[in-house]
């Protein structure tokens, strides 16, 4: 998801359009590696986890 989110954040600064030669290398890969997009990766997961929760409960 970390991912999709880096990329989506490419598309919407170039108009809603995205071409992958408009970035650079360093636009088109998610470190993994780097503490903050660890972090955020957690986060995201736990916002996913809280969505889906609700979604069971109010079944």
């Given amino acids: 998801m970390l991912c999709l ?3 989506k954040n490419c598309q919407t600064e ?3 359009i995205f071409t992958s030669i408009s970035y650079t290398r ?4 998610c470190d993994m590696e780097k503490w903050s997009n660890r972090r955020r990766y957690v986060s995201l ?9 609700k979604l069971i409960e109010s079944d």
């Fill in 5 to 7: 989110e880096q990329l």
């Fill in 14 to 16: 170039t108009g809603g």
């Fill in 26 to 29: 360093c636009q088109l890969v």
């Fill in 45 to 53: 997961q736990l916002e996913y986890y809280r969505e889906v929760s």
